[in-house]
C-alpha cells in the first residue's frame, strides 16, 4: 500500500461547479500538505499549502487538513476551464536528523476537466 | 522569476545507449530533487540532495541510475545503459530546506528508449 493515495479520476465537471479532490495517508508524522497543480507537459506548480490540521483559503481554493483522518482535500469554487489540469496531493515529514526531512511524497494525481 | 532549467527537454535513444539529464537549480536553493513521472507510477522520487550531498537515493535502480551534483549550479541523472522501460519524463525540483514546502520543478526532459 502506497503513503499516499489519490484517486486518479479523471473527473469531469461543467464549468462553475465545485470539486472536491482528497487524498488519504499513513504516515502519522507528516506535518506539511502541499497541493500541486500540473498543466499538460509541464512541471507541477505549487499551489496550496498546508501546516497540521486546518483550513486555508486562497481565493477560489480551499485546503483543508484533518490529521486525525490522515485525510486532505482540496475545494475549487466556481471551477473555470483553466483549471483543467492534474492535481497532485504531496506531503513532507520533518524528523530532526532523518534522511527523510524534507522530501515531499506524492499522490497519483487526479485528472480534472471543466468543460464550458 | 526564477526558474529550474532541465536540459535537454526531450530525448529519443536506443536501447543500451548512455543518457544524461541535467538540472540548473535556482540559485541559493539546498535542496534538489530527481523525480520520475509516468501514467502508471506517478511521480517517484529518484533521489535527493542537501547541500550537493545525497541523503536519499533509494528509489533509484543502482545498477544502471547515478545522480550527482558537481556543483551547486548543476544537478546529473545518468542512465546506462537505458532501457525501455525507462520512458518516462523526468523532473528536476529545487528549494531551501527551511521552506520545506516551496520546491519548484522544472518543465522535464521528456525520454524515449527504444
Known amino acids: 500500500q502506497k503513503e499516499v493515495e489519490q484517486d486518479p479520476g479523471p473527473l469531469s465537471v461543467p464549468e462553475g461547479a465545485i470539486v472536491s479532490l482528497n487524498c488519504t495517508y499513513s504516515n502519522s508524522a507528516f506535518q506539511y500538505f502541499m497541493w500541486y497543480r500540473q498543466y499538460s507537459r509541464k512541471g507541477p506548480e505549487l499551489l496550496m499549502y498546508t501546516y497540521s490540521s486546518g483550513n486555508k483559503e486562497d481565493g477560489r481554493f480551499t485546503a483543508q487538513v484533518d490529521k486525525s483522518s490522515k485525510y486532505i482535500s482540496l475545494f475549487i469554487r466556481d471551477s473555470q476551464p483553466s483549471d483543467s489540469a492534474t492535481y497532485l496531493c504531496?506531503?513532507?515529514?520533518?524528523?530532526?536528523?532523518?534522511?527523510?526531512?524534507?522530501?515531499?511524497?506524492f499522490g497519483q494525481g487526479t485528472i480534472l476537466t471543466v468543460h464550458p | 522569476d526564477a526558474r529550474v532549467t532541465q536540459t535537454p527537454r526531450h530525448k529519443v535513444t536506443e536501447m543500451g545507449q548512455e543518457v544524461t539529464m541535467r538540472c540548473q537549480p535556482i540559485l541559493g536553493h539546498n535542496t534538489v530533487f530527481w523525480y520520475r513521472q509516468t501514467m502508471m507510477q506517478g511521480l517517484e522520487l529518484l533521489a535527493y540532495f542537501r547541500n550537493r550531498a545525497p541523503l536519499d537515493d533509494s528509489g533509484m535502480p543502482k545498477d544502471r541510475f547515478s545522480a550527482e551534483m558537481p556543483d551547486a549550479t548543476l544537478a546529473t541523472l545518468k542512465i546506462q545503459p537505458s532501457e525501455p522501460r525507462d520512458s518516462a519524463v523526468y523532473f528536476c525540483?529545487?528549494?531551501?530546506?527551511?521552506?520545506?514546502?516551496?520546491?519548484?520543478f522544472g518543465s522535464g526532459t521528456r525520454l524515449t528508449v527504444v
Open positions: 504531496a506531503m513532507s515529514a520533518f524528523l530532526a536528523g532523518g534522511t527523510s526531512y524534507g522530501k515531499l511524497t
Open positions: 525540483a529545487s528549494g531551501l530546506v527551511t521552506a520545506n514546502y516551496g520546491y519548484t
